[in-house]
Structure formats: structure tokens, C-alpha cells
């Protein structure tokens, strides 16, 4: 006879348990965040069409202030929303791109280079349509950067929808690429659209940035030092003219990845304290603690902190509110656009057709033939289970710019370089009649994205549905007993 071992759970699971358990699996789920920033564009669009449509502009140009000691800041919402909460959004992406290039899916030239080289094709030859069509126009060459991001919450929500037709390594493949071009993103943002620069503010941001690296390299691995210094950076870099999210991932570069724990050091000692708190139990364990049992589940949640990593830990904290609150907030605050039969027109002009072929057809095409270089090169290979049509369908579902694309749009046909300023009062017939032409190119500019979005949505979905199915690796979640 087998003998089994079972583990039972020190509490009997009621149906808040179950269900805050069955909310988990659904949370970590990243591309679900994309349900919710559907949701918040049409309320967007449906509330800016709508007969309240004043009050929704309104709303994002309230003034906000904050002060404290030599700190100083005073905006309307929408720039908060767009230099703030991104920031966050920011800092996450940057603590995803150390983690990938230290321990991840970017941690060795043989990982990298093929979903690297696809990044760099799916943003050369958006690039290169958006430019053949805009070329000579030095309004809208402003807007070059837009078709060449990628929205990951989205192609990753539309991807887990095609089910076993997209094996796991086709997500991991399009979650490095999407990482990579991040990175791209960022270098856009930091480059092309900063103006003036004021060199103390930024020497400043700088040297907070040094000396969170320095605290990192002693040691250090307080969330709270982390979180006040990394404030400190984000007013430095505000301040200095370089856009403020650029902030998020200078700060998130400073995060130690790996722990310095012992691993069979804390082993032990977690045996040690289990002891401590069994040798304590009486009748049938279900009394009030003892001191020593408080002291030892005190000490077990230090030791478990020290051993994860402050990176891991600021991950872990920080995903579930950018996926679900600040994206969905920056859809809101964004997506309301004026639609009307002008702009509607307007598709057809060399802005909207770069956006949308650079995102539509240059992603796909992109991607596809830089992986196929990279192939035939042999740089890389194709992960296991995943065929050329695969990767066509991944290169579609990267067509799908949205939260990225708008972003940097916002940042280009904005003239005084402040996200969210100009992008408060989008386009309405008056503004597109005359006098109100960088307000069109953002409206006309996020319709575009909208558009092609939606479509790169379906076809990609329909291109990967549409294939044979495939064997998925997959890892199995033991629910909670008594499920």
C-alpha cells in the first residue's frame, strides 16, 4: 500500500476564502487588465459624446496642489494622471526590465536575441511607414513615435482568449518582445520629446538615483527609503523638463533583484521556529497565542521578508493596482474623444493612415520578418510549439498600441511638452475649423490608435484561433481544500 501524505490547512476555508481564492487565479491573470481598460474607454467615449460631455473635460482640468516644505506642486488632473500615475505605471515596467535582463527571459544573449530582434523590426518598419507617409509635414512628423508601441496588457487579454490554439511560449515570446519595447518607448520619451532641460534639477534627480544604488549596494532594503527618495527623484525629474515617468524606471533600476539570504541558513531557522510554535500547542490547538508562538510568527514574517527580494516584493505590491486601477484610470482619463463626422473624415489623412498602417500592417510584418532573419541567421530558434503563423498572430496582437501609443501622442502634439495639458480639451468641430490644430492631432491621433487597436484585436484573434491546436504547457493550481 502507498502511503500519502496530506497537508491540512490550519483553518477551514469559508466561502469568502473560496471566493477571494477563485479572485486570485483571476487576478493574476495580467491580461485580464485589459477587460477593464475596454471598459473605461467606451465609459470614456460614451461620457465625452455624451450630453455631459463638459463636465468630463472639467473634471480633468481641476487644479491639484500639493505641498510640502520647498515642494511645491499645483496641476490640473489630467496632467496628474499622465505624470503621476504613470510614473507608477513606469516604475513597473522598469522593475519587470531588471528582473527579465537579471533572472528572466532576457537574462542571455540566447533568450534575448530573437525576441529582441523581433522589438527592433516591429518598431523600425512602423517607423518607416509612418515617415513614407508624413514625410515633409513637420506638424505631424511630431507624431513618429506612436505606431511603433505596443499595449502588452492588450495583446496578452486578446492571447489568453484564443486558449490552447496559442501555446504558453508564444506568451512568454510576446511578453519579452513587449519588454524590449518598452525599453524603446522609454528611450523615446527621453529623447525625442524633452525640451528645455534644466541641468540642476536633473543633476539633482541623478544624484538621488546614485545614491539609492549606493544604498542598494550596502544593503539596504527598506521599501520606505525607497518609496520617499524615489518621490524626491520624480519632483527632481519634473522639475529638470525630461518627462516625469522617465523617473519611474531610474528608480526601479535601483532595486535589488536578488536576495542575500541563505537559503539553507533560513531553512533551518524557519524549522526552528516552527518548533518554537508547535512545542507551544495545548488541547487542540485552537486557543488564543502564547507569547512564544506571537514571538515566533513575528520572527517567520522577518525572515520571510528578508528572503524575498525588495524588487519581487515591490512587484508583487504594485501589479495588482497598475492592471486594475492606474491603466483603467489613464484609459478614463484619455480615451474621451469628440467624435464627429470631420474627424471621422480625417482618418484618410496621412497622420491617421501612418497610425494605422504602421500598427496594422508594420508591427505584423515587422516582427514576422525579423524573426525570420534571426532564424535563418541562427541566432536564435523558434520557442518549442511555436510556428511561423504564431508569430504572425503575435506580431498582429502587438499592432495593438492603445495605452503606449496614446500616451506618446499626448507627449508629441503637445507644445509645451507636458503631457495631459493640451490633451484636456480635445477636439471639438471648432477646434478642427482653426485655431486649435495640435488639440485635432491628439483627437485625430488617439482615434487612429483606437482604431487600429480594435482591429489588430480581432484579426489577431481570428489568426490564432483559426489554427490548429496545440499541446500547452501548462502548470496546475491546487485549490484550496474543501473547494
Not at 283 to 305: H, K, N, P, W, Y
Request: proline share 5%.
Amino acid at each position: 500500500m502507498k502511503q500519502t501524505s496530506s497537508i491540512t490547512p490550519p483553518v477551514k476555508p469559508t466561502p469568502v476564502d473560496r471566493i477571494g481564492y477563485r479572485f486570485q487565479k483571476f487576478s493574476h491573470i495580467e491580461g485580464i487588465s485589459g477587460i477593464l481598460l475596454v471598459f473605461a474607454t467606451a465609459v470614456a467615449l460614451i461620457w465625452a459624446n455624451s450630453p455631459l460631455s463638459a463636465s468630463y473635460f472639467a473634471l480633468l482640468e481641476i487644479p491639484i496642489s500639493f505641498n510640502m516644505g520647498p515642494i511645491s506642486i499645483e496641476e490640473p488632473l489630467g496632467l496628474w494622471i499622465n505624470d503621476a500615475l504613470m510614473a507608477i505605471f513606469f516604475f513597473v515596467v522598469g522593475l519587470e526590465l531588471k528582473r527579465e535582463v537579471a533572472i528572466g527571459e532576457l537574462s542571455s544573449f540566447r533568450k534575448a536575441i530573437l525576441p529582441g530582434l523581433a522589438a527592433v523590426g516591429g518598431m523600425i518598419v512602423p517607423l518607416g511607414i509612418f515617415l513614407a507617409l508624413n514625410w515633409g509635414d513637420p506638424m505631424t512628423m511630431e507624431g513618429w513615435a506612436i505606431p511603433m508601441a505596443t499595449d502588452i496588457a492588450f495583446a496578452l487579454g486578446v492571447l489568453a482568449l484564443v486558449g490552447k490554439r496559442a501555446p504558453l511560449s508564444l506568451a512568454v515570446f510576446l511578453t519579452a518582445l513587449a519588454i524590449v519595447d518598452d525599453i524603446g518607448a522609454i528611450l523615446v520619451i527621453a529623447i525625442a520629446y524633452t525640451e528645455a532641460i534644466d541641468f540642476r534639477m536633473l543633476a539633482l534627480g541623478l544624484g538621488i538615483v546614485l545614491l539609492l544604488l549606493l544604498y542598494a549596494r550596502l544593503g539596504g532594503r527598506s521599501l520606505l527609503v525607497y518609496f520617499l527618495l524615489g518621490g524626491i527623484t520624480w519632483f527632481a525629474i519634473f522639475e529638470s523638463g525630461i518627462h516625469a515617468t522617465i523617473a519611474g524606471v531610474l528608480v526601479a533600476l535601483t532595486i535589488p533583484v536578488r536576495t542575500r539570504v541563505n537559503t539553507r541558513d533560513f531553512s533551518d531557522w524557519m524549522h526552528k521556529l516552527l518548533h518554537w510554535f508547535d512545542s507551544e500547542n495545548v488541547g487542540d490547538g485552537e486557543c488564543v497565542l502564547t507569547s512564544v508562538q506571537r514571538t515566533a510568527l513575528f520572527e517567520m514574517e522577518r525572515a520571510i521578508e528578508h528572503a524575498d527580494s525588495p524588487l519581487h516584493r515591490l512587484e508583487h505590491l504594485l501589479h495588482p493596482w497598475v492592471a486594475f486601477v492606474i491603466m483603467p484610470i489613464f484609459a478614463l482619463a484619455n480615451a474621451g474623444i469628440i467624435i464627429h463626422l470631420d474627424l471621422i473624415q480625417a482618418l484618410l489623412s496621412p497622420l491617421a493612415l501612418g497610425i494605422i498602417l504602421g500598427l496594422l500592417v508594420g508591427k505584423p510584418v515587422g516582427i514576422l520578418g525579423a524573426t525570420w532573419l534571426g532564424t535563418t541567421l541562427g541566432l536564435g530558434s523558434l520557442p518549442r510549439g511555436v510556428t511561423k503563423r504564431h508569430i504572425l498572430g503575435a506580431g498582429v496582437l502587438a499592432g495593438m498600441g492603445f495605452t503606449m501609443s496614446i500616451f506618446i501622442a499626448i507627449l508629441a502634439f503637445s507644445t509645451d511638452g507636458h503631457a495631459g495639458l493640451l490633451g484636456l480639451k480635445l477636439a471639438s468641430p471648432a477646434l478642427l475649423a482653426g485655431g486649435g490644430e495640435e488639440n485635432a492631432l491628439i483627437s485625430l491621433a488617439k482615434l487612429a490608435i483606437l482604431v487600429a487597436s480594435t482591429l489588430a484585436g480581432i484579426l489577431g484573434y481570428l489568426l490564432l484561433r483559426t489554427g490548429p491546436e496545440t499541446v500547452v504547457e501548462t502548470s496546475k493550481v491546487t485549490p484550496p481544500p474543501h473547494e
